[in-house]
């Protein structure tokens, strides 16, 4: 077993072991709005060697915000491709 080696999690095939575990960037509006950056940093990880990233501190509903930074995602707040600019 090789660190690189290419494997399976479930039904999801992934290039390494590498994962990129959950953490929070504190990219969110007051409101929750993901800010531009957030969507830099995924970016950045996309085109990074990671095998897998875990998301990690958006709230999924309206009442879940714990902290003015953090993001925040569902249909009531906008549309999952769009970005605050």
Request: aromatic fraction near 6%; proline fraction near 5%.
């Amino acid at each position: 077993m090789n660190i690189f080696d290419t494997t399976q999690i479930g039904t999801v095939t992934v290039k390494n072991r590498i994962i990129r575990s959950a953490t929070h960037e504190g990219l969110g509006d007051e409101q929750g709005f993901p800010m531009k950056d957030l969507a830099k940093v995924y970016t950045r990880l996309a085109e990074g060697e990671a095998g897998a990233k875990i998301t990690g501190y958006v709230s999924v509903q309206k009442n879940g915000q714990t902290m003015k930074n953090m993001p925040m995602q569902g249909p009531w707040l906008l549309p999952r491709s769009q970005v605050k600019r």
